[in-house]
């Protein structure tokens, strides 16, 4: 007969990458961890340590009802921190018992402020743990087993006050310059690109103007916008 004692790893979950999000949301998920175990015995999880850093303008008053989920089953485990602070340890006993040879996600929620980002594109928050802050047994032998053996930093999660529109003439397969004689219509003048990041964005207004066509362009209509008919206005400079 041989021996070998439980193991348990920790590492960052690579399928949920970095996150742009709005402030002022709850339940943001800014970090997914895999902890998983080796084929020896299960491990019974005691605590995890979560640490949270800061860049840019990023404040930790802005955070609040830190709390994990396994997402195996869905449920919290361990009780929330009402007040996040840099480094907070989350007693878990119990509610993540992990076989033998199984990897469980387990992801850190928070609730966002308003206060958040100050409206710049640099104030972010991450989480890490640093060695060890996973805590746990075997479930066989009782051994202490932790995890990870080096600082594990999840996902950085940029937040900004609202999404951005941006709005571009598409170059390729628009009309080209090009003369043409009076009196006709349907006359494809450009196309015009919108993109919304981070956000959905409804468009409420969209102003367009001539250049040198003053008297010479009757009216403009707008095609595929989805709407249920195609907007058309006087163009009047």
């Not at 949920?16 to 709850?26: A, F, M």
């Not at 409206?119 to 479930?139: E, F, M, P, Q, R």
């Not at 999404?163 to 006709?184: D, K, M, N, R, Y």
Request: hydrophobic share 40%.
């Amino acid at each position: 007969l041989s021996a070998s004692a439980a193991t348990l790893t920790a590492v960052s979950n690579a399928a949920y990458g970095n996150q742009t999000i709005i402030e002022g949301q709850n339940d943001v998920k800014i970090a997914s961890y895999l902890l998983q175990t080796g084929s020896s015995e299960g491990v019974n999880i005691s605590s995890v340590n979560v640490d949270i850093t800061l860049a840019g303008s990023a404040a930790l008053a802005a955070l609040s009802n830190l709390k994990l989920k396994r997402m195996d089953t869905g449920v919290q485990i361990g009780s929330t921190v009402s007040t996040p602070a840099a480094s907070n340890t989350i007693t878990v006993s119990g509610q993540l018992n992990i076989p033998a040879n199984t990897t469980v996600e387990i992801v850190a929620l928070v609730n966002m402020s308003t206060a958040a980002s100050d409206g710049g594109t640099d104030d972010t928050y991450s989480t890490n743990l640093d060695a060890t802050d996973v805590s746990g047994t075997g479930a066989v032998s009782g051994a202490t087993t932790n995890a990870p053996a080096a600082v594990v930093t999840a996902q950085t999660i940029t937040v900004v006050e609202s999404g951005a529109l941006a709005v571009t003439i598409e170059t390729s397969g628009s009309a080209a310059s090009q003369h043409f004689s009076p009196g006709l219509s349907g006359v494809e003048m450009a196309k015009i690109k919108l993109a919304a990041t981070v956000e959905d964005m409804k468009i409420t207004r969209l102003e367009l103007r001539s250049i040198n066509g003053s008297g010479n362009i009757a009216s403009a209509k707008l095609i595929g916008t989805g709407l249920t008919s195609d907007p058309s206005v006087p163009l009047t400079a």
